[in-house]
């Protein structure tokens, strides 16, 4: 069932943020759709779609990627990376703001693949392992909660709680009640995505940036996926809106990641279609691609789980 649930995932991830490179090493290769058992003719029937989804502007571009097998079948890009102050076609290689992607990809497999090692566990209080997080009546929150959107907390604080620093921020965000007592009510949160990067940096010494290129983007030869894209990757970045006048291009949109620096365990995630093939591949291989193991199976197995929540199932970090 878990393999079913992953391939109806790699459609969602890749139709809703991502775009295409070609890798050399650890990228998917490529196949005509007959090769793997798919229907070429109904793979077109998605530029009939997009083109719709482009005439009634609900978007400006994409890139779609479909992957079946273990290889690339349909890879193409549709429409404009950029619309203002001129039209920037896009292409294969587009640079996309993963935003929410950046829960389940960056902050959950992180969390995971430390839950594997054993140095922190599902229900440990979040507490145990950020005191300051105790304050007004969190004491019994656990990192399961954090993950499957059951912590009782608010879906964000105010945007003033990020504008006087990342050391204010975080007294703001520890001082938080909870709307609901733990465990008894599903409440989308990107504080408790924000919550979760920070324990990742508490455990390891390191940012969730830098946890998660060397633990699980670069085991993969996943170039193209960063928290703060270099020059190069900006170039190639998807435009989305104007902040202090100026076009976000390479810069996370969430205004709350953007406040801290750019690394957030809810937003600030970037990366393309083929990197994110590369990754979703690794999930269906049960946490191992072309040889490099980044979770167990039983790592995998559980982080896909149906874990029953008020409003229905949630994986830990993913919906379902």
Not at 188 to 209: K, Q, S
Not at 225 to 231: G, I
Not at 265 to 281: R, W
Request: proline share 5%; glycine share 10%; aromatic share 8%.
């Amino acid at each position: 069932m878990y393999r079913n649930q992953f391939i109806v995932l790699l459609s969602a991830l890749l139709l809703s943020a991502a775009s295409g490179h070609r890798l050399t090493f650890a990228g998917l290769p490529h196949a005509e759709p007959h090769q793997v058992g798919m229907d070429g003719d109904c793979l077109a029937s998605i530029d009939e779609v997009v083109a719709e989804g482009l005439q009634n502007k609900q978007m400006p571009g994409c890139v779609v990627a479909v992957g079946r097998r273990g290889k690339i079948v349909y890879l193409r890009a549709f429409g404009y990376r950029q619309v203002k102050p001129e039209k920037v076609p896009t292409t294969t290689d587009t640079v996309f703001d993963l935003a929410s992607l950046t829960k389940p990809i960056a902050t959950a497999t992180s969390v995971m693949k430390l839950v594997e090692e054993g140095r922190i566990r599902l229900h440990d209080r979040v507490a145990t392992h950020i005191p300051e997080f105790e304050q007004n009546g969190k004491g019994n929150v656990r990192i399961i909660h954090l993950l499957t959107h059951q912590a009782g907390l608010i879906p964000d604080n105010p945007l003033e709680d990020y504008l006087h620093g990342e050391k204010q921020a975080w007294e703001k965000i520890y001082a938080l009640s909870l709307r609901a007592e733990p465990g008894t009510r599903f409440i989308y949160t990107d504080v408790g995505f924000l919550v979760l990067g920070e324990l990742v940096r508490r455990i390891t010494g390191a940012d969730l940036n830098a946890y998660s290129q060397r633990e699980i983007f670069q085991p993969l030869n996943m170039q193209e996926t960063t928290f703060l894209p270099n020059q190069q990757l900006k170039k190639r970045s998807a435009v989305t809106e104007k902040r202090n006048d100026q076009w976000i291009r390479g810069d996370v949109h969430d205004p709350r990641a953007y406040h801290l620096g750019g690394v957030a365990g809810h937003a600030g995630l970037f990366s393309t279609a083929e990197d994110l093939a590369v990754f979703a591949q690794m999930m269906l291989g049960e946490g191992t691609h072309q040889g490099r193991r980044i979770l167990a199976p039983r790592t995998v197995r559980t982080m896909t789980a149906p874990f029953v929540v008020s409003s229905g199932v949630r994986g830990l970090g993913w919906d379902k």
